[in-house]
């Protein structure tokens, strides 16, 4: 006689499958803070040539950061076609794996003083490694936790994706701010700027213990019993492409504004307000802790009154008030306490965003294209929005002097959201997902 079959390891419901699908996030976010937080050093270590221009380095590296979000879209369509097919969980458990080994040797690499152009063309293929990672994980993650969501709690849960966004950034801004402290400058510059990146190994241990031990989605086991597998071979259809455009014209203002004011300011106050490191770093906690405190309050409240006027007003908030919250954080007659709560402001509006949008682009595609649609509208925005956020800034205000680009770029964006939102359902939040 053969044994039975051991029985599958069982996850304890919801609760499981939103850590497990948050973790990752987690993760993901934590590296890009610390990327773009440590953006001037790591431009000294990697593409600053002995001799070379300040400026340049920085903006090789920020095109550096924009090329991994350029390679998200194709992580997207290549791990969300798997993820539609063969199921969210082991999709979810390979990403975080590269996400993981990508970063920790990003922590390792030699600098260009010790092995010349190499060196950033090392970095850069870690980082397009990266890029295709988290292009597969937000599609998973959200697809997870909004397809194991009970009724009625779909913003709640999906908010949590973006919440984990926020925590990962607070945690990379706090990590390089201890390191800032705690270190000289000569030794943060030296070997402290590898810290925070390897610290990402234990991290990623935990992230796949959890998604080793995640079942499927009812969502998705429930589709993959009903559909024809010749259904999954064909390519998306004409109604799956306009819903990914306009889940992008949604997302932009989101995508725009998150990166201006919660990750290109440090290097953006220390070029054109001179302050100093600490400072810089300290503007942006204070913009991620706004950020995070309105996260899981909008999802929430999303659930009860829908997402379009959450998302509506957030979207309206940085169109309008922008300029003058940058003008009064550049002015040095401000007062520290004023300028602390502008940037909560600020953050808490891109808050009012991020927290009903996940659950928005889930309920924007059926089940079998899920993980493929809201992954790419998702990657597609951030590869333009947001990777380009800090090369545009930087550039535009080298070239123009014009201080107050950073509030241009966010207010027009959030300007094409606002257009965008405005066809988005009154009642999706109440319905099933497809």
């Not at 030296?190 to 610290?199: E, N």
Request: charged share 10%; net charge neutral; aromatic share 10%.
């Amino acid at each position: 006689m053969t044994p039975p079959d051991p029985a599958p390891v069982r996850s304890p419901g919801p609760r499981r499958a939103l850590l497990a699908g948050s973790v990752g996030n987690f993760i993901e976010w934590y590296e890009f803070g610390v990327y773009g937080y440590l953006t001037t050093v790591i431009a000294a270590r990697f593409f600053t040539p002995e001799g070379g221009s300040e400026t340049e380095g920085l903006v090789r590296t920020y095109a550096s950061f924009a090329l991994a979000f350029f390679f998200r879209p194709v992580g997207a369509a290549v791990f969300g076609r798997l993820g539609d097919r063969m199921g969210r969980r082991p999709v979810l458990v390979l990403v975080v794996c590269l996400m993981t080994g990508a970063t920790t040797l990003i922590g390792a690499l030699p600098t260009y003083a010790s092995v010349g152009a190499a060196a950033p063309w090392l970095l850069t293929v870690l980082r397009v490694v990266q890029g295709l990672s988290a292009g597969g994980e937000f599609g998973g993650a959200v697809a997870v936790m909004t397809e194991f969501a009970p009724p009625g709690r779909r913003g709640r849960y999906g908010a949590w994706q973006s919440f984990t966004v926020s925590i990962g950034l607070l945690a990379g801004a706090g990590t390089t701010a201890l390191l800032a402290t705690v270190l000289t400058t000569a030794q943060l510059d030296g070997w402290g700027w590898r810290l925070p990146f390897l610290l990402t190994l234990p991290l990623g241990l935990g992230a796949l213990w959890l998604r080793l031990h995640l079942d499927e989605t009812p969502a998705f086991a429930a589709s993959a019993v009903t559909k024809e597998s010749e259904t999954l071979r064909h390519p998306p259809t004409g109604e799956t492409v306009k819903a990914i455009a306009l889940g992008i014209g949604r997302l932009t203002g989101w995508s725009a504004a998150g990166y201006t004011f919660l990750v290109v300011l440090p290097s953006y106050l220390q070029h054109t307000a001179n302050v100093s490191f600490q400072q810089a770093l300290i503007a942006t906690v204070l913009a991620n802790v706004g950020f995070a405190a309105t996260i899981l309050p909008s999802g929430e409240l999303s659930d009860r009154i829908g997402r379009r006027p959450v998302m509506l007003a957030g979207a309206l908030l940085v169109a309008v008030f922008a300029l003058p919250l940058l003008n009064l954080v550049q002015d040095p007659g401000t007062p520290s306490y004023v300028k602390g709560a502008l940037l909560l402001v600020a953050g808490a509006a891109v808050g009012l965003m991020a927290g009903p949008g996940p659950a928005m682009l889930a309920e924007m595609f059926p089940t079998t294209v899920r993980y493929t649609g809201l992954g790419l509208a998702y990657a597609l925005s951030n590869a333009v929005f947001s990777g380009c956020a800090g090369l545009i800034i930087t550039e535009a205000i080298e070239r123009t002097g014009d201080a107050d680009i950073p509030a241009y770029y966010a207010a027009a964006a959030c300007t094409v959201s606002l257009a965008a939102l405005l066809t988005l359902s009154g009642d999706a939040h109440q319905r099933s997902l497809r």
